[in-house]
């Protein structure tokens, strides 16, 4: 997603730089971090938590509340402009849950991801099809607007955290952490990360 937005102009349409076929590996290797973002937040708990907590969790979210050794461990996963954007997601975050308290409310965490891992299968298997068509064809047949990508870069961003703060908590990263990090540091992290997803499936749905 990185390189997308380094490679575009804001005037540029992202189907004139990029092939069907790469767009559509694009969407599925996030869809896949998706489904996997989902399957550990349940094995781990963390699922629960967000659907009864997110908002109080997102409200009194500090940059402070993160492990300290954040930045460190996205940077060597490969996110060093996430580990560098931090304090921004957090106030970010803080401002989404803030306004978006009343469909929160309405829709579970839980639901909302394995939506967003429905909507990004299809639109998948819709660029697969276009690409197959696409030698017969002068323009593409299906295109995203650039909010959409956007939106897809915020879940590219969520899952980097939710997921390495997931993985940090239950002890599957090699970095030396104490136990309050583990707990209440993780857990922070993870409704960041979260947050952050849930901003991109509004992107995504157009809102």
């Known amino acids: 997603m990185n390189l997308i937005q380094d490679s575009m102009r804001q005037d540029d349409d992202i189907y004139d730089t ?3 076929k790469a767009l559509e590996g694009i969407i599925g290797n996030v869809n896949a971090g998706t489904r996997f973002q989902i399957r550990l937040a349940e094995d781990v708990g963390i699922m629960e938590v967000m659907d009864e907590h997110f908002q109080d969790l997102a409200a009194g979210l500090r940059a402070e509340h993160l492990p300290s050794s954040e930045a ?12 560098a954007q931090l304090p ?6 803080k401002i989404f849950s803030r306004n978006r308290r009343s469909f929160l409310d309405e829709v579970p965490v839980s639901q909302q991801l394995r939506d967003l891992a429905d909507r990004l299968e299809r639109a998948r298997g819709e660029h697969q099809a276009a690409a197959a068509r696409s030698e017969q064809e002068e323009q593409p047949s299906i295109r995203r607007k650039r909010k959409w990508w956007t939106g897809l870069g915020k879940v590219v961003t969520g899952s980097a955290i939710s997921i390495s703060d997931m993985a940090l908590g239950i002890g599957l990263l090699p970095f030396e952490v104490s136990p309050e990090t583990k707990s209440w540091g993780a857990l922070s ?3 960041l990360g979260i947050g952050q997803v849930l901003e991109g499936v509004g992107a995504i749905r157009g809102e």
């Not at 460190?72 to 580990?83: K, N, T």
């Not at 921004?88 to 975050?93: E, K, N, P």
């Open 18 to 20: 990029f092939t069907l």
């Open 72 to 83: 460190d461990i996205l940077s060597s996963l490969g996110f060093p402009r996430v580990a």
């Open 88 to 93: 921004g997601l957090v106030c970010s975050v």
């Open 189 to 191: 992290s993870a409704a």
